[in-house]
């Protein structure tokens, strides 16, 4: 059972940043994959971004290419989105998720991202 909890959202301006983080109850040295996805509001889910190994690869949305930076620390077992030149269309809530295999197993509540233009 992994166990996670996101923190970082809040109310920003277009073009600002944010961090988010998103701690795990367990060591994230040895996951797959962590995520972060987003549902906007009256909207499906989507996909953010991706680290897999701990930076061995990572996949990126094309609406929040070169705006948005996933890392992962395995020392304080939290995964980070950078968010820099933040726009209104990104409003959403922010959930981690991780997976060992195929499937997503474990998922946060999530923060809530809302940009004002």
């Known amino acids: 059972q992994v166990h996670l909890v996101e923190s970082g959202g809040g109310l920003v301006q277009a073009g600002g940043s944010l961090r988010l983080s998103c701690a795990a109850s367990v060591g994230t040295l040895n996951i797959y994959e962590m995520a972060w996805f987003r549902q906007p509001p009256g909207k499906e889910r989507e996909f953010v971004a991706a680290?897999?190994?701990?930076?061995?690869?990572?996949n990126y949305a094309d609406s929040v290419k070169g705006r948005f930076t996933i890392s992962r620390d395995n020392a304080k077992n939290t995964l980070y989105l950078q968010m820099n030149s933040l726009k209104p269309e990104d409003t959403a809530l922010y959930s981690c998720?991780?997976?060992?295999?195929?499937?997503?197993?474990?998922w946060g509540q999530g923060t809530q991202v809302t940009v004002s233009s």
């Open positions: 680290d897999r190994w701990s930076g061995q690869s990572t």
């Open positions: 998720a991780t997976r060992y295999g195929s499937n997503w197993d474990y």
